[in-house]
């Protein structure tokens, strides 16, 4: 097809703009930086309105005014909020008072830990303590009289000495306990404004995004506007109630075994499981700690730590797959890298921050022609097609993946249907490169090599048996079977080895075509043989033996001109004496030609379009021979 063709590319670009690239992102980065302390406010602002708005837009619905229904959103997500900060801090508290009670049983434990795993190693430790003395003494003899003269000294009681810092004001007090609140209250403070202000006037932002991004493309804008929005408020919903499920079970189950506090670590495992692949890890330390130190022997810190990797199992593996699906759009990689790197910029903060920051990104990459190698990089796409891949495992020489990569797709498709969809891709991009001059000899004896290695590793595969009625109904072999009464099986002459000879038209390109064509035909139960790819030179073309063939069919994957085609056609109608030609086009259908002849039949598509033309040519003779004595002589047109 057309699109597969890959477009050229610009390999010089104008002098400066690598550089004028990265001094523009390293200005941004800078100014990230050092715009945190307003830039983490607006961010947060920024999260909290996509999850309010669509609460908002349902109080909206039923008649509520947006003022009134924008402070009744703010306020129930933050009374929420904050609740649930008091909750943690009381329940911190708590625990803060109950933790020297269990100092004693955890120094137990760690005792006799270290007394089982140590056990054998105390006579060496004494040892090496001998060793380290006598070392000391050899190479500082003075050092070990003086310690001596110390010892032997009496034991002189020091004199205590008492700073005492005079008692502090009211006002010193004050300042004291309000100090460490004031950024928190401010930061909270600002954030509840900005939440507060994005609702009200979201859709004069709205407006004013998009006439700063460009009017002139207000489709382009509003796609980009509402894929941002959609994916952004579903994913922190879904984030929001899977974690919070997480967190109310997590809590459960450790009231249930006994730890202290569970109210606490469930909470703490919400808040942690934003942090992508280790939040509930670390969510687990303390927890786990204290289930060593509460319990008398252990068999509350293995029920807390199966806890905690079931339940991390089950949300991992069954329900986000099903619940998010594609809603972030970012790839691992891409998770790991953004989650480093806002972390270092904006500290805890970036790191909540880190995957929808990234979302925004990635929506702004596919959106913005020039930004579009953020979602190239960041996203969760396909690099490269399947198609683009198995050509580059071609250019590569790895049969080794681009088998793998058939027996996937094998999995739900047949083997023809890999032939047409992928493989003739693979071979129609590579001869767009051999056309503009890129494949040297090397890459193409690779292209080839592969290709032949992935035929005879997929030689023995068998489709699913799966059977369609309406495809079988309407196929063309089936309208054949069905108006012509046409036998069901192959004809014994055309069953045998090379019955039907598969030449390449002008390549290595057509001998990997012709290869493919050849084995889909053995599959069929037609006897084919594939030739190499100077069969048709001048050296090997007369000493060729044509006997065994009913048919010839010649392969074009790229371009081939009337006069290459004609010029084939009569050299082989000389020497096969009769047998039937078939031209199988396998190019771009735009770039097909059909030769003005009706001495050939030509056939334009990919391997099953081939395959059925040939299938039908031989169950047409043998209905012929079943008429006709002798038959084998008519020419069918």
């Given amino acids: 097809m057309a699109d597969t063709v890959p477009p050229m590319i610009k390999l010089q670009q104008p002098k400066g703009t690598a550089l004028i690239n990265l001094a523009v992102a390293g200005l941004i980065v800078t100014g990230l930086y050092f715009a945190r302390e307003i830039l983490v406010p607006v961010a947060l602002a920024v999260l909290f309105s996509f999850v309010l708005a669509p609460f908002v837009i349902r109080l909206q619905s039923w008649r509520v005014p947006r003022r009134l229904a924008v402070l009744v959103a703010v306020f129930v997500g933050f009374s929420i909020i904050f609740s649930l900060g008091g909750l943690m801090v009381s329940q911190a508290n708590r625990l803060a008072e109950e933790l020297p009670g269990y100092q004693q049983t955890l120094r137990d434990k760690i005792q006799g830990l270290r007394g089982v795993a140590a056990s054998g190693s105390s006579t060496l430790e004494r040892a090496s303590k001998v060793l380290r003395e006598l070392d ?84 382009r804008t509003t796609a980009a506007l509402d894929d941002a929005g959609q994916r952004l408020s579903r994913l922190f919903l879904n984030q929001i109630i899977v974690n919070a499920s997480f967190g109310l079970l997590i809590g459960i189950g450790l009231q249930l075994i006994g730890v202290p506090s569970a109210p606490l670590w469930g909470l703490i495992a919400v808040i942690l499981r934003f942090v992508p692949y280790v939040g509930t890890p670390i969510s687990a330390v303390f927890p786990l700690i204290l289930a060593a130190a509460v319990g008398t022997g252990w068999e509350m810190l293995l029920m807390t730590l199966a806890l905690f990797a079931t339940l991390q ?240 069919c010649i392969c074009y994957v790229g371009k081939p001109s009337d006069a290459m085609i004609q010029y084939t056609v009569r050299r082989l109608s000389k020497k096969s004496k009769g047998g039937r030609i078939i031209i199988a086009l396998l190019g771009s259908e735009s770039d097909a030609v059909t030769p003005g002849t009706r001495d050939i039949t030509t056939v334009v598509g990919d391997f099953t379009a081939v395959a059925d033309l040939i299938a039908e040519i031989a169950f047409k003779a043998a209905r012929a021979a079943e008429v006709v004595p002798d038959a084998g002589k008519v020419e069918i047109d």
């Fill in 313 to 552: 199992l089950f949300a991992a593996q069954v329900v986000e797959p099903q619940v998010y699906g594609r809603s972030s759009g970012l790839s691992p990689v891409a998770i790991v890298i953004s989650a480093s790197f806002w972390t270092w910029l904006w500290g805890p903060i970036g790191l909540v921050l880190a995957t929808p920051l990234t979302v925004c990104l990635v929506v702004v990459g596919r959106h913005v022609d020039r930004l579009q190698f953020l979602d190239i990089l960041l996203g969760n796409q396909p690099a490269l097609t399947p198609p683009q891949l198995v050509y580059q495992r071609m250019l590569a020489g790895d049969p080794i993946e681009a088998s793998q990569q058939a027996q996937t797709f094998l999995a739900d498709a047949s083997l023809e249907d890999y032939y047409d969809t992928i493989m003739l891709d693979g071979l129609r991009l590579a001869e767009a490169d051999s056309r503009l001059g890129r494949l040297d000899r090397e890459r193409m004896d690779r292209v080839l090599t592969t290709v032949h290695e992935v035929v005879d590793d997929l030689e023995t595969h068998e489709d699913a048996a799966v059977v369609e009625v309406e495809e079988v109904e309407t196929s063309p072999l089936a309208r054949l079977d069905t108006d012509e009464q046409l036998p069901t099986s192959v004809p014994e002459r055309w069953q045998q080895p090379g019955a039907v000879l598969c030449l390449p038209g002008s390549g290595k390109l057509d001998e990997a075509a012709a290869v493919i064509l050849a084995q889909i035909m053995k599959r069929r139960g037609i006897g084919a043989v594939a030739e190499a790819a100077d069969a048709l030179s001048m050296s090997r073309f007369f000493s060729l033996d044509l006997s065994p063939a009913t048919a010839f």
């Fill in 136 to 219: 000391s003494e050899l190479h500082n003899p003075a050092r070990g009289q003086a310690i001596d003269g110390l010892r032997r000294q009496p034991n002189d009681k020091p004199i205590p000495v008492e700073i005492r810092q005079p008692d502090p004001g009211t006002l010193t007090t004050l300042v004291a306990i309000i100090q460490p609140l004031i950024q928190p209250l401010t930061t909270t403070g600002i954030v509840v404004i900005f939440v507060i202000f994005i609702l009200m006037q979201r859709q004069d932002l709205r407006n004013r995004f998009i006439r700063l991004a460009g009017s002139q493309d207000m489709q």
